[in-house]
């Protein structure tokens, strides 16, 4: 086959967000025994599993050809890529991650500048010094292999973690002093890449999927039948992204009314539906919205 593309699946983290994102967005992704070249049942699209930490810079190269990563690899790998969309998932919610700066809880550091001249361990070197920079403070700043939570104080007086919950920093008896970096998935591809008529077809479609997968979690469809004299009291009573869809049915006594609402309020909704004298409601799950 001429055609196709060469995507980077995150490994780590964002690997089990992304797999379940393609799902939704229709994309059945599976793992066999070559666990690195997952299976897609899309002929068109070649997959490769790579640590997140990577995929722009073998995005920017042009060894793949488009990707999900993170925003805070994106940085801290310093290279060119085209952000065609923010996809907000990650491991344990639906937050952004952040990387902050933290000190042990007994510590006398209480803002960056108290760090003149010591120690900061931390995976996101570049992203660290970039930090430093912008705030006029120079400190050491050491690559960590893991583990980094457990470094201060007697291997470096700070780190620079990635957390959602911030629990395993409490854990550690950790505090945080600053926010470094706010960081969400984005899908990435490069300018070659996107130059290819073939290609950036390929990748919109791509995206446009994916971009409804996000825009369709956390809602239903609602079907119901109402009667045409009940139906002010139930447009009244309805949220909608737009205005409802109203239907004539057979009997022109009745509408049929369907809208999307979100599924945290239909435990609410339906009883106040129900007394306002709709009947037959349905519920389905949706599983894009594409606008």
Not at 67 to 75: A, S
């Amino acid at each position: 086959m001429t055609n196709r593309l060469r995507l980077g699946i995150p490994a780590g983290s964002l690997q089990e967000g992304a797999i379940d994102l393609f799902r939704r967005a229709g994309y059945k992704i599976t793992f066999g025994a070559r666990s690195y070249f997952p299976n897609i049942d899309d002929e068109e699209i070649e997959c490769l599993l790579i640590r997140a930490q990577e995929i722009a810079r073998y995005v920017a190269d042009g060894v793949l050809d488009a990707g999900l990563t993170g925003y805070d690899w994106i940085v801290e790998s310093g290279v060119e890529v085209l952000e065609l969309a923010e996809l907000v998932f990650s491991k344990v919610s639906r937050r952004p991650v952040r990387w902050v700066l933290c000190v042990p809880e007994n510590s006398p550091v209480q803002s960056v500048r108290d760090l003149e001249g010591k120690r900061i361990a931390t995976e996101a070197v570049n992203i660290t010094r970039q930090y430093l920079a912008r705030h006029g403070v120079n400190a050491r700043v050491e690559f960590s292999w893991g583990a980094t939570e457990v470094k201060p104080p007697l291997l470096a007086d700070a780190i620079v973690e990635v957390t959602e919950t911030g629990s395993s920093l409490r854990a550690n008896n950790l505090r945080i002093v600053d926010e470094v970096l706010v960081s969400t998935p984005r899908f990435i591809t490069n300018r070659t890449a996107y130059s290819d008529p073939w290609k950036r077809q390929k990748i919109d479609d791509i995206v446009l999927m994916l971009k409804g997968a996000m825009a369709a979690e956390g809602k239903v469809v609602l079907m119901m039948n109402v009667p045409r004299e009940k139906l002010p009291d139930v447009l009244a009573i309805l949220p909608a992204l737009q205005n409802p869809t109203v239907a004539d049915l057979a009997d022109k006594n009745w509408v049929d009314v369907t809208t999307v609402v979100d599924e945290s309020v239909v435990r609410k909704l339906v009883p106040r539906l129900k007394q306002a004298g709709a009947c037959g409601i349905v519920e389905f799950q949706l599983n894009k919205l594409i606008d």
